[in-house]
Every structure is written in structure tokens, then in C-alpha cells.
């Protein structure tokens, strides 16, 4: 008997959108190991030269002029992508997206990003008969997000739900299902037991993150919170920013045995439980996992654009604070250093039943699973072992597109 496939379409505009599609995926395999999925950055798969020099152009333009950036996300907030525009997308980026869908046969598309979205719902309108879902990686919406072909959007609140009914789309056609985070994510591990397996010290300690692209903090804020090294342990966690990496290495105030220096891990999910506080810029991706560990959050000032939503959302929320003076850092501290003293801790938010109904991290990959099999409410679940160890992800490679 043929097994359900899904295909998971992603950019690598950033690394939230991708991310997302393999936390899905992850959790799909999770919730029912019977189903097939595959993550594709379409754009790198089909273009695998220009696709690269197109994204790292787009990061330097984030870096450099961050006001243009949100200049053409502001300007365009409200639009869909035109008919000229898709047609052109089709045409010079991703002329064999229909190939694709042919030898890879599967029975349900879900976009993580408005680019291959909007490609599939071309294709949908001369004709391609596949289901079409669209999971917004962030806690706005877009413009570009919505098209009339798409079948059921997967949004991550209530609030995003309204902005879509507000710009037309059927309440029918929406369903809140949260973002979704890797299984690593979806429970709390031993904070004192993770912490001498990491080799770090049992004491305060706060993680400090920026996403894929590393920690878009100035110097002068590093050299701050370096100097609470002697009380508080500080993990860097730098992405890909070798750059920072190198230059941070070579400064003598972050050669402390209390200060780590990381780039780009596997172990966030770990280096999370081990952490009191998380230190990050309001990525959609990063601050979700954060809230599905019930870890409180500080929040860099955020890019202006989807960074700016995010922010506004978790602060309302109570998932955090913007660091927009340096006696946030400070108070946030000296609380952590107090209650060491006292031997007492705050407990993590989602260990408080209050908390638990706000975001429950495996109902994104239940969706899916009720969207491909609506005549049955079955949950195949996997043993505990299975659950602990986690699934490891399969990238596609090469020509042929096996599910």
C-alpha cells in the first residue's frame, strides 16, 4: 500500500522558513511514522549556483540597509504578489517546479515560504490538483503570504488568524496550529545533568542567540555583559558570523571560564535547558522553541519588518522584555545571581497550567495528520525511546526526488 507523502517547500531567505519545514517534517514522522516528507529549498534545489549568491546578497542588504528592507516590507504589506510577478518567479527561478511535483507524486504541498507558495498556486490554476497548505513562520502576515489558490492556511495565532480574515480569506480555510518546533523541543531535560554533560558550570547562566546569520549585538553591549562573567556564565551561540566569532576570540574580556563561544550547533534544544534566560533578536523560529521550553526571553531591538511583530507579540504575551536600556540586562541578572543565593528558582512558564493551552508544539504535525487522513482521529505514536532520541532529518540530494 502506497504511504502518504508530503512535500515541505522552503527559501533560504533567512534560516526560519526552512527550519520550520524540517521542525514539521520532524514532527509529522513523530505524530505518524507511517507518513513520508521531504524539505526542499526550492530555489537552491533547482538554481543551486545563482540561488546562493541571491541569498547572501539579500543578508548583506539586511546588514547594511535594514531601513530600505523595511521600507519594501512596509510598502508592500498589503499586497499579494501580481500576476506579472509570479509569472516571472515561474519563468527565470523556477521553470522546473512542475517536474519536480510530477516525480515526486505527493499528496499534500505545504509552503513555509510566500516564493514557492505563490509557484504552486500558479501551477494550481492551470491545473495541478494537490492539496496546497501555507504555514506562516511568523506571528504577522504578509501580503505576499495569501493567494486564492491556497487551501488551508496554519497560522500561529489568533491574532494572525484575524489579519487574515481581515484581508478576505474564509475563516473556514484558517487554522491556528502554533509554528512548529522540532520534537527535541516539545519537553524540558534535566537542567543540572545537561550542564555537566556540556561541560559548563552549575551556575546562572544566560544563552545568547541571533538566528542562523549570529548575533547582531554591538560591541560595547558584549563587553557589558562580559563583565558579569564572574557571576553569570554566558553561552554565545554565533550561527554562521565567523566574522564575530574570530574577532570575539581574539578580545581578552570574553576569555573567561565562565564565557563559551559557539557557531553553528545541533544542540540549541540542550544549551536551552541549560540556560535561565535567553538573550536573542525576535525570530520568529528561535523565540517559538524558547516558549515551548517555558524559557523567559530578552529581546535585542528588532530589525524594523516581520522582527518588529514578533517582538510585539512575545512582549505582550509575557514571554519577554526589550532590552532598550542596560539595567534590563542588569535586573534580570541580579535576579538570576539572588536566587541562587536563596536557593530558590523561577519555574519555567510552561510548567504552569496556566501556561500549558498557550502553545502546545505538537498540534501543528496533529493538523497535518487530520488533513491527510480527515476520516479517522488515529494517532500512530512512536515508543518513548524513539521520542527521546529524536529523528534525524534526511535532506534530498542529487536529481532523483525519492519520498
Same mark, same amino acid.
Given at each position: ?20 519545514a524540517?521542525a514539521?517534517?520532524h ?14 529549498e ?21 546588514s ?9 516590507y ?9 500576476g ?8 527565470i ?10 516525480q515526486?507524486r ?6 513555509t515560504?510566500?516564493?514557492?507558495n ?6 494550481k490554476?492551470q491545473?495541478?490538483k494537490?492539496?496546497l ?9 504578509h501580503?505576499?503570504?495569501? &493567494?486564492?489558490?491556497? &487551501? ?5 495565532? =489568533? ?30 531535560g ?9 561541560? *559548563?558550570? &552549575?551556575?546562572p ?5 541571533? %538566528? ?6 554591538? #560591541? ?7 563583565s ?6 554566558l ?5 554562521s558570523?565567523?566574522k ?8 581578552p574580556? !570574553?576569555?573567561? =571560564? &565562565?564565557?563559551?563561544? *559557539? ?5 540549541v ?14 525570530g ?15 529581546f535585542?531591538?528588532?530589525? =524594523? ?5 514578533n ?15 542596560a ?6 541578572f541580579?535576579?538570576?545571581c ?15 497550567? #496556566? ?5 502546545? =508544539? ?10 491527510? !487522513?480527515?476520516?479517522?482521529t488515529?494517532v500512530?505514536a512512536?515508543?518513548? #525511546?524513539?521520542?527521546?532520541? %529524536? ?11 525519492p519520498?
Amino acid at each position: 500500500m502506497r504511504k502518504p507523502r508530503v512535500l515541505l517547500l522552503s527559501e533560504g531567505f533567512g534560516t526560519g522558513h526552512t527550519q520550520a519545514a524540517h521542525a514539521l517534517a520532524h514532527g509529522i514522522k513523530k505524530v505518524s511514522p507511517h507518513v513520508h516528507s521531504r524539505v526542499i529549498e526550492l530555489g537552491k534545489f533547482l538554481n543551486p549556483t545563482v540561488a546562493p549568491l541571491i541569498f547572501t546578497a539579500y543578508r548583506k542588504t539586511l546588514s547594511v540597509q535594514p531601513k530600505l528592507v523595511s521600507l519594501l516590507y512596509r510598502t508592500q504589506y498589503n499586497k499579494s504578489l501580481n500576476g506579472f510577478t509570479k509569472l516571472a518567479l515561474h519563468r527565470i527561478f523556477y521553470t522546473q517546479t512542475a517536474q519536480v511535483i510530477a516525480q515526486l507524486r505527493p499528496d499534500i504541498v505545504i509552503c513555509t515560504h510566500p516564493f514557492p507558495n505563490a509557484v504552486i498556486s500558479r501551477l494550481k490554476r492551470q491545473g495541478l490538483k494537490i492539496p496546497l497548505y501555507t504555514l506562516i513562520t511568523d506571528y504577522d502576515v504578509h501580503g505576499t503570504w495569501i &493567494n486564492p489558490e491556497v &487551501n488551508r492556511y496554519l497560522v500561529s495565532t =489568533p491574532q494572525v488568524k484575524g489579519m487574515l480574515e481581515d484581508r478576505g480569506v474564509p475563516s473556514s480555510q484558517i487554522q491556528i496550529t502554533g509554528i512548529p518546533v522540532h520534537p527535541d523541543f516539545w519537553e524540558n531535560g534535566d537542567k543540572v545533568k545537561l550542564r555537566e554533560e556540556m561541560g *559548563l558550570r &552549575n551556575m546562572p547562566t544566560a544563552l545568547l542567540m541571533g %538566528g542562523g546569520w549570529g548575533l547582531s549585538f554591538d #560591541e560595547e553591549h558584549m563587553k557589558a555583559l562580559a563583565s558579569w562573567a564572574d557571576r553569570v556564565q554566558l553561552v554565545f551561540c554565533l550561527g554562521s558570523n565567523q566574522k564575530m566569532i574570530d574577532r570575539m576570540k581574539e578580545i581578552p574580556c !570574553f576569555q573567561h =571560564p &565562565n564565557i563559551r563561544i *559557539l557557531g553553528y550547533t545541533r544542540e540549541v534544544s540542550k544549551l536551552m535547558d541549560v540556560s535561565d534566560v535567553l538573550i536573542t533578536k525576535p525570530g520568529g523560529m528561535t523565540c517559538t522553541e524558547a516558549m515551548a521550553k517555558g524559557l523567559p526571553m530578552l529581546f535585542i531591538p528588532p530589525h =524594523p519588518g516581520q522582527e518588529e511583530e514578533n517582538c510585539e507579540y512575545f512582549v505582550q504575551a509575557g514571554h519577554g522584555r526589550i532590552i532598550d536600556s542596560a539595567d534590563v540586562i542588569t535586573n534580570c541578572f541580579q535576579k538570576m545571581c539572588d536566587e541562587q543565593q536563596q536557593g530558590t528558582t523561577t519555574p519555567r512558564r510552561n510548567d504552569q497550567t #496556566e501556561q500549558v493551552a498557550a502553545y502546545d =508544539p505538537t498540534l501543528c504535525a496533529q493538523a497535518v495528520h487530520d488533513l491527510l !487522513f480527515p476520516a479517522t482521529t488515529e494517532v500512530t505514536a512512536p515508543s518513548l #525511546e524513539r521520542f527521546k532520541a %529524536g529523528i534525524t532529518a534526511r535532506p534530498l540530494s542529487g536529481t532523483r526526488l525519492p519520498l
